[in-house]
């Protein structure tokens, strides 16, 4: 995780040995979408030293299966790419 622990409805990730733009191919044939890449800061990847990030962000219509839908392909993707 990147960020803050108490930030706002916007969660930046990585998965070690999953590019990001992997793990969004894989969510999005769950039926989750999630933003995948530079996000327009590539002096801050470079900074983490990551090559990408995702991100999955929560709004008022989110709810517990929404949640419970990324963790599901999260999983998913971590069985995959082992």
Known sequence: LFGPED?????????????????????????????AGHHCAQPLMAHLGV???????FGIYSDESDIAALVRGIERTKRIFG
């Not at 990585?14 to 990001?20: K, N, Q, R």
């Not at 090559?51 to 962000?57: C, F, H, V, Y």
């Open 7 to 35: 930030s706002a409805g916007i969660l930046s990730f990585a998965l070690e040995g999953v590019h990001p733009h992997d793990l969004g191919t894989i969510l999005d044939e769950e039926g989750v979408a999630i933003r």
């Open 51 to 57: 090559p990408a990030t995702a991100r999955a962000s």
